[in-house]
């Protein structure tokens, strides 16, 4: 019979053990007996608590996004500029916490899944939308219309450098992430005070 309240410690488990054997392999040609076994729970309980592994991948994606999303609002309470505020974005979206080996391999992973998955799409179109509020609020007061276009820019600089980090070896360098990302930044600024 099982323990009342262990639900959800077992799922957190699992979720965790999917994106570091998601990390680990750096595909999505994990098996729930990969999952399970680094959770310390056998298959059936982990099919019992997800019913398939696309909804381990989904609710994995669900835990990084909810994480990044907490790192964002903690980031941008501080801000009180605009320039701050896109900063804050920039400075969450490569911190330690989101941009680590792990993280970066289940992005790459959920990129894909979105392709075929509906849940996976949900949660897509709803991050980059998010992300794309976020920095249109520091961008429209300080370069009015040319705002979206920027945004969209960053957005695909995040995205690029993610997927850019998924394929070489090593450590992720977040510092060296937002260098690159601040110095589009800064001439998309330029480029619109002219």
């Not at 019979?1 to 595909?27: C, F, H, Q, S």
């Not at 989904?58 to 320039?83: C, D, F, K, N």
């Not at 979206?93 to 949900?122: C, D, K, Y």
Request: hydrophobic fraction near 45%; proline fraction near 4%.
């Amino acid at each position: 019979m099982p323990k009342l309240g262990m639900e959800p410690i077992r799922k957190a488990a699992l979720v965790k053990a999917t994106i570091v054997e998601i990390g680990r392999t750096g595909n999505l040609d994990v098996t729930v007996s990969q999952i399970a076994r680094r959770a310390g729970m056998s298959p059936a309980l982990a099919h019992h608590y997800f019913g398939s592994k696309e909804e381990m991948f989904v609710s994995a994606m669900r835990h990084i996004l909810t994480l990044y999303g907490a790192e964002v609002r903690g980031a941008l309470a501080t801000a009180t500029t605009p320039e701050q505020r896109v900063q804050a974005v920039l400075q969450a979206s490569f911190s330690p916490g989101n941009f680590r080996r792990e993280a970066v391999g289940a992005w790459l992973n959920f990129w894909i899944m979105a392709q075929t998955m509906p849940g996976a799409r949900r949660l897509l179109a709803i991050y980059q939308r998010r992300l794309r509020s976020n920095l249109l609020a520091g961008l429209r007061p300080l370069i009015g219309a040319r705002a979206g276009t920027v945004a969209d820019g960053l957005s695909a600089l995040i995205d690029g450098l993610y997927l850019r980090e998924a394929l070489k070896h090593g450590l992720p360098d977040g510092r060296a992430a937002v260098l690159m990302a601040r110095t589009y930044l800064d001439c998309a600024l330029k480029e619109a005070e002219r």
